[in-house]
């Protein structure tokens, strides 16, 4: 099927949105990771999306098991280290979404990939952003030694200032502020943050074509200033 023909498996809001992740996009302000920065690691994650019951776009997230080594009992977006036989960033957040909760690769559309998010630990994150053509289609079969729960949550929540708070940090004698979103569902409250939340921000960004309500501040390797972040800042100075 050629790129401008209409998929009939989504909607049309869906088209417009695939049309505009698939157009090359305007690269961001200090978006490099830091030159003292040196990726030995590389892993991906998979953004994936779906029109929720009112029509709005939501994504999946996980609870990482409180059995795992690192970062157990956090959320998550699907996904893992890169492995020999993965080919690129775009299969390995396929396989990694597929042996963490079940879903076939077959249902995801592929739309495009965020410039990549690193850690102080040296891994480089690719962020893979899909939309699921089918929600009704995935049967969630998680792995209990990898995944507690599976949920969504709205993507435009990442851009209000509501139900966020945030803390100042230092690394690399520079200060950034990492962001906590607050999300409560079927009695269960869940914390999405640190570079889970980054990522989703800017994917937010991308696809509701807008800045967040509030000022990033992200640390260098995550992308640094953002345009959005130098207007509050200039403004702020002003009062």
């Not at 230092?170 to 990522?199: C, P, Q, R, S």
Request: charged residues 25%; proline residues 6%.
């Amino acid at each position: 099927m050629g790129s401008n023909e209409a998929d009939p498996r989504f909607s049309q809001r869906i088209q417009a949105l695939l049309q505009h992740l698939r157009s090359p996009q305007p690269t961001g302000i200090n978006n490099s990771s830091s030159s003292q920065f040196r990726p030995i690691k590389r892993a991906s994650v998979l953004i994936c999306l779906f029109e929720g019951d009112d029509g709005n776009l939501r994504v999946l997230l996980t609870l990482r098991a409180s059995s795992l080594s690192t970062h157990s009992g956090e959320v998550a977006l699907p996904g893992g280290k890169r492995e020999e036989g993965d080919p690129n960033d775009v299969e390995t957040a396929l396989r990694e979404a597929k042996e963490e909760i079940g879903l076939d690769p077959s249902l995801v559309t592929v739309v495009t990939s965020l410039e990549p998010f690193g850690t102080k630990y040296g891994v480089t994150i690719t962020p893979v952003i899909g939309i699921l053509s089918n929600k009704d289609a995935f049967t969630p079969m998680l792995n209990p030694n990898e995944v507690e729960a599976l949920f969504d949550v709205p993507l435009e929540m990442f851009l209000k200032d509501e139900n966020r708070r945030a803390v100042e940090k230092e690394w690399m004698g520079k200060k950034h502020l990492v962001h906590f979103f607050d999300y409560e569902v079927d009695n269960k409250k869940y914390v999405i943050w640190a570079v889970t939340a980054a990522m989703l921000i800017r994917a937010a960004s991308l696809v509701y074509q807008r800045p967040p309500a509030f000022l990033e501040l992200r640390p260098s390797i995550w992308g640094g200033l953002t345009e959005n972040d130098i207007l509050i800042l200039q403004s702020s100075s002003k009062q």
